[in-house]
């Protein structure tokens, strides 16, 4: 045995380093190209191998980490879990990476249930991370003990490390990524893929800032310099508004904090800070949180400013708080400080790769199959002599060999025909061998094309892109305040049961919302959203919380929201229909940001169906379920206050109940709509003006049919509708087209027309 002497500091230093890199590379820091830290890769990869797909049964957590830690992580149950819980909290992944079923901790701090009790499957985003894995895409290590083989890198095409960030501490060594929205970062690639020249201040463009799951308000403008360098920080704070009360005081709701913020412990804090005689302004503290969202209520004295104390409240808690950014990830095994462009160009380079080794694969496939396919074909050109010389040989290898020499094939081309089954021998298998030669040939072409052609690569990666951003794209919850502006418009849609989130128009097919949608709105961020139950109360939501979406927390078990409006962009006046045919005229300056729910009707045995905004010069329309209509002048209602009955509008049979109401202000036709799909043109000039205790006209002729509402139009207008029906599915119509699919002139006696060929009945028509 040589014994080599070696000077301590030497031996101390080098190992130290080893020791340093091996928790570097093997623990704490990202890889850039999958965002992933070995634990979390290892989790996602057993998970993958368990089948734990998001359209299969969940499984222990237990299984999960014993697997895990059996054949790819030897470093204790316990990291593995917890690695496991924070894949799944949407409080700290920006797109949680796995579904759990059970308790998976809280915001509060509230540790999760022990493995055993809990359960977890993969997020349907997370397969976009595993795609394409057994495709030869990325290169496999052996396991720690050598038994198994794992992926070194995930295929990811789903940008992970900027989309859910990143944190950890090594040896010497931080890493501190926040987490970004997804579409602006597939815009950000897509347009680096188009011009990798592109500058960060460019790619700023797109990407504007972090994006936290925990929302909040981003203080001031990101800073150029933190892209660039990969260094800095920025400073987030909660978002919350300041109310009045019914009592005249005010009152601070708290809807959003701080990233990684713990809320049990910013509550105690500001309770400490009351006590304490800093923030004497504040007579009481209620966490009013429930799983639809956050909401701290902090109630002021008599004459304290909401405003003044909210500043103390930035500047003594951690309802602000700064954090710090150090864009540190591995490049192959390196750990590297990366700026934006740098971190959006190895994610690019590295999607290219997956992208030509898939190819590559694919290629390997379709020639091996060919070549089999091209056996085939020549075997059934001369299938009896074929059969005749199987029948003669003496065993399997001689058949094979007499194949090979006498028919010029290869020896997987005969075997192949000594597997080939005697059905394959009819004239449709025939045929079928010969057209997926013709489509082998094609795809070999298209392959080989791919793999020439660089080109053709950034196109599929654009178009992969594309595809995830339509896919998975959210609003941004985190807004900046430098892009707080009152020109910012939200496009918002309200459901039956209060929920308010932004909608796309132009991308309504992917809408996934199962609840009938009530109402699409416009609205500036300065401006305010109010919603009307059956009940007669009156609920709000400001443009600020539309943004990233909003939910209305009714009062009662049955009650339900019926229509909404924004109170700037509204008349002077608001009609109330009951379904008992009475309405009411409130004025507008009636509604005021109140406490949430507050009653803007009595009702007796009836409930508000639908609502409108008039001025003095209105005529309005009184519908019923029967087709009865009823036209009236604004001034047959008397205007009235919230505490004030509705008064008749139209009398009603027996079995028949009113459904909307219109002010007809400067439009000429009405498009009647049925909830069975059937629609009627009418001339808003042939319904005769009656009292408001006339019956009205009948309008409907086909009597088996129930009137769902009715759209005011112009010939010359060119608006869309949003169709949602009984069964879930969203849909949206151009006004003109509609129109058009009606056989029959308007009239008041015309039938009716099947215009909507849908699955179930309609549920509520709304205008966009």
Excluded at 194 to 210: A, H, R, S, W
Excluded at 439 to 467: C, G, M, P, Q, W
């Amino acid at each position: 045995m040589e014994i080599i002497n070696i000077p301590i500091e030497e031996e101390a230093k080098q190992s130290y380093l080893d020791y340093a890199m091996s928790v570097i590379v093997g623990r704490a820091i990202p890889d850039v190209k999958d965002g992933l830290k070995p634990v979390q890769r290892r989790i996602l990869y057993a998970m993958y191998e368990m089948d734990l797909f998001p359209d299969k049964p969940f499984k222990k957590c237990a299984r999960i980490v014993g697997d895990t830690m059996g054949r790819y992580h030897p470093h204790g149950d316990q990291a593995i879990y917890d690695a496991l819980v924070r894949m799944a909290q949407d409080f700290n992944l920006r797109y949680p990476l796995v579904i759990g079923q059970g308790n998976f901790g809280s915001i509060d701090g509230d540790p999760p249930a022990a493995m055993r009790y809990t359960e977890a499957k993969l997020a349907k985003i997370t397969t976009t991370l595993l795609e394409d894995i057994e495709n030869d895409t990325v290169d496999f290590i052996p396991n720690f003990d050598e038994s198994s083989s794992e992926p070194q890198v995930l295929p990811a095409k789903i940008p992970n490390l900027l989309c859910n960030g990143g944190t950890g501490i090594a040896v010497g060594l931080a890493t501190s990524i926040p987490p970004h929205n997804l579409k602006e970062v597939c815009d950000a690639l897509i347009a680096l893929a188009n011009n990798q020249d592109i500058t960060i201040e460019e790619l700023m463009k797109y990407i504007k800032g972090p994006d936290f799951p925990t929302g909040g308000i981003i203080v001031g403008e990101v800073s150029k310099e933190i892209y660039e360098t990969g260094r800095g920080q920025v400073t987030i704070q909660a978002k919350a508004r300041v109310e009045k009360t019914s009592s005249g005081r005010e009152q601070i709701i708290i809807t959003e904090i701080p990233y990684m913020v713990n809320k049990a412990e910013l509550i105690k804090r500001v309770a400490e800070l009351a006590r304490g005689g800093k923030l004497k302004e504040i007579s009481d503290l209620r966490d009013e949180s429930d799983k639809e969202g956050i909401r701290i209520v902090i109630e002021l004295k008599k004459d304290a400013k909401g405003e003044a104390v909210l500043k103390k409240l930035y500047k003594n808690t951690s309802l602000r708080k700064n954090f710090p950014i150090n864009m540190v990830a591995l490049v192959g095994l390196e750990p590297k400080l990366l700026n934006l462009k740098e971190i959006l160009m190895e994610f690019f380079k590295h999607r290219l790769n997956v992208i030509h080794r898939r190819t590559e694969f694919f290629l390997r496939k379709a020639q091996d199959r060919l070549h089999i396919v091209e056996g085939l074909l020549i075997c059934i050109k001369d299938i009896d002599n074929i059969i005749n010389t199987i029948r003669a040989s003496e065993d399997t290898a001689d058949a094979k060999q007499k194949l090979i020499t006498g028919w010029g094939l290869t020896e997987k081309q005969a075997q192949a025909i000594l597997d080939l089954r005697l059905q394959r021998l009819t004239s449709l298998e025939t045929t079928k061998l010969q057209k997926e030669y013709e489509e082998l040939i094609e795809n070999i072409k298209y392959y080989n094309y791919v793999l020439e052609n660089k080109s053709e690569r950034i196109k599929i990666f654009i178009d992969e892109t594309t595809a995830l951003s339509d896919k998975f794209k959210d609003p941004r919850r985190t807004l900046i305040e430098g892009m707080i502006s009152e020109d910012i418009i939200v496009e918002v849609y309200i459901t039956k049961n209060g929920l308010v989130r932004p909608i796309d128009l132009d991308n309504i097919d992917s809408l996934e919302e199962r609840y009938p949608i009530i109402h699409v709105a416009r609205l500036k961020y300065t401006e305010g959203l109010f919603v009307i139950s059956n009940k007669g109360r009156a609920y709000w939501t400001a443009g600020s919380q539309a943004l990233s979406g909003s939910t209305i927390h009714v009062k009662d078990v049955d009650e339900y929201i019926v229509d909404a409006f924004v109170r700037e962009q509204y008349s002077t006046r608001v009609l109330l229909l009951t379904n008992k045919g009475h309405l009411k005229k409130l004025p507008l300056v009636e509604f005021e940001y109140k406490t949430q729910g507050f009653q803007i009707i009595k009702l007796h045995d009836e409930e508000i169906v639908s609502i409108d905004g008039s001025d003095a010069e209105n005529e309005i329309l009184i519908l019923t379920q029967k087709g009865y209509i009823n036209k009236i002048l604004t001034q047959d209602i008397g205007a009235s206050t919230n505490s004030s009955k509705a008064q008749q509008c139209i009398k009603l049979n027996e079995e028949d109940i009113a459904i909307s109401v219109k002010a007809i202000k400067d439009k000429a036709f009405g498009l009647l709509i049925t909830k069975e799909g059937y629609a009627k043109k009418l001339r808003l000039s042939d319904l005769p003006q009656k009292s408001k205790s006339s019956q009205g006209v009948n309008i409907l002729r086909l009597k088996s049919l129930n009137v769902l509402d009715m759209i005011l139009y112009n010939e010359e207008d060119e608006f869309d509708i949003l169709v949602s029906t009984e069964a879930g599915t969203h849909i949206k119509y151009d006004i003109k087209n509609l129109i058009q699919k009606i056989k029959t002139p308007a009239g008041l006696n015309v039938p009716e027309d099947k215009i909507f060929s849908l699955e179930s009945d309609i549920s509520k028509v709304v205008l966009l």
